[in-house]
Structures are given as C-alpha cells and as structure tokens.
C-alpha cells in the first residue's frame, strides 16, 4: 500500500509517496513557473491544472504519477466566442464517473466526457439569471467546489465566492441558489438569496442530503440538502477560515481550520490547530499534537486541506509546510517545509 499527496503551490506540482505516512518522499517540483491552483489524483491519472503567466490556464494530466506529462495542443478549457469571456483560472477538478468537472475563474463550471481533453461550458448555470450580480471576493470570482451526488449524476452541488450555494437536480439544465440561513454581513440584507461569500462546501458519499460549508464569518451545516442552513461554530475559537473537510468513513466528522477574522487570516494566538467534530459540528476538539504551538501566522486555504481513504488527513499551509494525520489528526507528522505557498492538496492510496 502506498499513500501518494499532490501539492499545487503557488511556483510548481509538488508529488510526494510515503509507505507508513510518517516518512514522505517528495519530488522535485512539476511546472516550477507556474501557479498549480487544483489537483485530481486517480489510481492511473494525476490532473494538474496549472496557470502560465505567458501562455494562460491548461490542464496537464500524468499517467505514471508525474515521471512524464501530456498537455493538449489547444485549451481544453476555454469560453466560447459568443460569451466574450476570457478564462483566468482553473480552481477545481472534480471526477464523477466518466465525467471529468472543472470550476473556473470567472465563475462558471465546464464538463468533459473524454477524460480532460475538451470541456464544455455548462450553459445553464451560465446563463443564469443572478450570474451578472455575482461580484469576486478576496481571491477572485470563481466555482471552486463542485459536489456531484454519488448516486444520482443529475445532481450536482456548486459554491462560489462571490455568490453563495447553488445545486441542479437535471443535469446542469436549470439551477437554484441555496443559501437560506448563510449570512452576507457585508450586504444590506443579511441573509439575501444570493451573494454570500462561501469559502467551502463538503459532503460525504454516504450521507448526502447533508453538507458542511465554511462561510467569510461562519461555520454551517445543512441537514435538508441544502435547502436551509444553521450555525455550528459555537466551540471554535473563531469563524472565519477556509478550509472544510468530512472524514473519509465517518460522516459526523468534520475538520476546519480557524483564522482570526478577515483582516489577521492567522491561527488564533499563533497556534497551528486543526479543529475537529465528531458529532457533525456540535463540539470541536483542538487537534494539535506533533504541530507548532506558538509563532504560527500562516492559514491554510480553501483546497489546502484534504484526507485520504485510510484515516489520514493532511494541510498545506501559505508558509510551505504540509501536515500528515495518520490518525485522524490525533498526531501530526510533517511532510514538507519550505515549498511554495501552498493553494491545494489532494490524497490517494494505492
């Protein structure tokens, strides 16, 4: 058994193998000029969408875990002429059966059913009656998670910053916004249909009438399918953050990673600590053995946190560090330090 990490950073691809998660191996880094912002690993395939200064977004795609890589001879992702759209990222990469899902910058979602070579824009959900309203938060305006319904392929969850929550249950057709109960402080309505600044939305397979969605100032959980949300941030030290992740196995778990406020972005008193809920947000335990705990100003971002199939979990931080729990974070061992700032990173066993 091996466990296999794909670091995207703000310089370069970043692979890493390791037998026991405790002691990692890690290559040299994959397109060193380029910013890698999403990651998908398969047993046979690692996707790699990366952004050129020079020669704008692609997706690079690796059979054999990053020794070589194919890039197609035009855009796989690319808006069509008649939306005078130019395309500025590629945020996520999402695989759903034989259909491969990217989120892009600005905020729309494309499709390809021949495993990444060409993506289609979905029309409905760009055509949408609210798309003009949508405004960039800090990092952007982009799709940056995509939740396809693990049994029913028509239904598909989406989160953008900035617009909120939005779910099709026909395939992309038609779409409806789903942020009842998400505050927008920022607006002059303060729970509008539309316009939250989410951060993350996670979902387990095995429970999927139920999500968990980190907000810009507050922490949720939607038990109805997204149709109304309620506050599970009491027990954590604060509200703000980015990064949402449910356990593998276990659906009542759920991992974060606190910042202080919008303006600070640091760990509470300077102490790295993921925070964990057993109870599907209820409490929090801090979980920090084998972490810093004092000095630590860096957060982590909205895709730098992810688990694997096997209990682990694992974080990138903006200062370079990456974080294995082999334990569901009862303990922390370092992967590596000194990389790039750290925008994703995504787990596998094989």
Known sequence: MEFQLGIGTRKGLFLARSEDRENWELSEPKFPMEAVRAVALTPGKVYAAAVNEHFGPTIATSADFGETWSEPDHAPVAFPADTETALEGIWQIVLAGNVVYAGVEPSALFRSEDGGETFELVRGLWDHEHRPHWTPGGGGQMIHTILPHPTDSQRITVAMSTGGVYRTEDGGKSWTASNRGISAGFLPDDEPEFGQCVHKVAMHPARPERFFLQNHGGVYRSDDDAKTWKSIAGGLPNDFGFAMVV?????????????????????????CRVYRSEDAGETWTGLGNGLPDKGFYAGVLRDGMCVDARDGIYFGTRSGEVWAGPDGGDTWHQVAAHLPDVLCVRAQVV
Do not use: M
Not at 247 to 271: I, S, W
């Open 247 to 271: 356990h593998p196995t276990k659906p009542d778990t759920v991992y974060n990673f606190p910042l202080v406020a919008d303006v600070l972005r640091f760990p509470p008193e300077g102490r």
